[in-house]
């Protein structure tokens, strides 16, 4: 089964201040989807961004971007330019492409973002 | 607007009790699932269904049970309600088989005194 690993509880940054969030996941598979939710406390859950594993270039969402790395099986979340805004829960996630699969989830980090 | 919902919103039940958790979406998404989410844990996937009378256990299944008996809906039953399934529930639906993304209802808050 495949396993997504934050080991980052929490991390704080300021505002328009970088942030990196990390991702570690474990699969055999060569072929899959990788995710970052962003669950803010009314929460609902948000899509960030999403990265499609055979594609090398890196996925970007405005002043969102991921740094995939397959071989070591990484997926960071960059978070640019920080605003009040992005303070959150944020989730990485992992989702087969083989056939019907579902969706499996790291246990969060908690971002916290300060004037 | 194409929307998924749950209801109720929020719970308080008894230890013991049956409770019954709504999902209903309006995407026309053959897929469904109902993941919990506990501190620590993040989310975990309870059960799912890929469409009409289709229903699967996922990592967390014990003491609870679906049916799908049409495509908007999966309710989600706690046959017998423990204080260890105080939690927070999402309901969520996809449209494709590996599309990818999933579209999340806002949550139930269930609390099992």
């Known amino acids: 089964a495949q396993t997504v690993t934050q080991s980052q509880p929490e991390m704080s940054v300021q505002e328009a201040e970088t942030v990196t969030l990390s991702c570690t996941y474990d699969?055999?598979?060569?072929?899959?989807?990788l995710f970052w939710y962003k669950q803010p406390p009314s929460r609902q859950m948000i899509l960030v961004i999403r990265?499609?594993?055979?594609?090398?270039q890196n996925a970007t969402e405005n002043r969102f971007s991921v740094n995939f790395q397959k071989a070591a099986k990484s997926f960071s979340l960059k978070i640019s330019d920080s605003q009040l805004g992005d303070a959150a829960m944020y989730f990485c996630a992992y989702r087969s492409a083989a056939g019907y699969s579902t969706l499996t989830f790291g246990k969060g980090t908690m971002l916290l973002v300060s004037p | 607007d194409a929307e998924i919902t749950q209801s109720p919103r929020h719970k308080i039940t008894e230890t013991g009790r049956q409770v019954t958790l709504a999902c209903h979406q309006t995407w026309n998404h053959n897929n469904m699932f109902w993941y919990r989410q506990d501190l620590g844990h993040g989310l975990r996937l309870i059960h799912y269904s890929y469409g009409v009378q289709d229903t699967n256990k996922g990592e967390v299944s014990d003491g609870y049970s679906v049916s799908r008996s049409n495509t908007e809906d999966l309710p989600l039953t706690l046959e017998s309600a423990a204080s260890s399934q105080t939690s927070v529930y999402f309901c969520?639906?996809?449209?494709?088989?590996?599309?990818?993304?999933?579209?999340f209802g806002e949550g139930s808050r269930l609390t099992v005194l």
């Open positions: 969520a639906s996809s449209s494709g088989r590996t599309t990818g993304e999933l579209f």
């Open positions: 699969t055999s598979e060569s072929d899959y989807y």
């Open positions: 990265q499609e594993a055979y594609k090398q």
